[in-house]
């Protein structure tokens, strides 16, 4: 995005994700993955947090379906974390790909649109 904040919670969701991706390769115990599970998604609702107080402080007209398509994933993720807890899935190398695929496209795509109008409003 440009925007150095911003960017450097973007890398942090990816080493994210490729260590809950090592840790399945390296069939670490549940409990393990659980774990790395919670911190990616505790991070991830950090991260929509710092860039929608960037929308409300800046008056970004996109603001509300920029949320919606946040709280679509955190329900997403949120379910996926219910039935691994519940021992009625397993993360696998889609949920992985999921991931990765949902980060690139938002991050090139709706939080592109963003960028220009938080630069020209001050946030770094």
Same mark, same amino acid.
């Given at each position: 995005?440009?925007? +150095? &904040?911003?960017?450097?919670? @973007?890398?942090? *969701?990816?080493?994210? $994700?490729?260590? =809950?991706?090592?840790?399945?390769?390296?069939?670490?115990?549940?409990?393990?993955?659980?774990?790395?599970?919670?911190?990616?998604?505790?991070?991830?609702?950090?991260?929509?947090?710092?860039?929608?107080?960037?929308?409300?402080?800046?008056?970004?007209?996109?603001? +509300? &379906?920029?949320?919606?398509? @946040?709280?679509? *994933?955190?329900?997403? $993720?949120?379910? =996926?974390?219910?039935?691994?807890?519940?021992?009625?899935?397993?993360?696998?190398?889609?949920?992985?790909?999921?991931?990765?695929?949902?980060?690139?496209?938002?991050?090139?795509?709706?939080?592109?649109?963003?960028?220009?109008?938080?630069?020209?409003?001050?946030?770094?």
């Amino acid at each position: 995005t440009g925007i +150095a &904040s911003i960017d450097g919670q @973007h890398r942090k *969701l990816f080493d994210m $994700v490729n260590d =809950l991706h090592d840790a399945m390769q390296q069939k670490r115990t549940k409990e393990a993955i659980g774990q790395i599970l919670g911190r990616l998604i505790e991070y991830t609702g950090s991260h929509f947090g710092h860039e929608e107080q960037a929308f409300r402080s800046t008056g970004y007209p996109e603001e +509300a &379906s920029h949320k919606q398509e @946040h709280a679509r *994933l955190v329900e997403q $993720v949120l379910a =996926l974390q219910g039935k691994f807890n519940a021992g009625e899935a397993v993360l696998t190398q889609s949920v992985i790909e999921f991931l990765q695929d949902w980060l690139i496209k938002h991050i090139k795509g709706t939080d592109m649109r963003y960028a220009p109008h938080l630069k020209k409003n001050g946030i770094k």
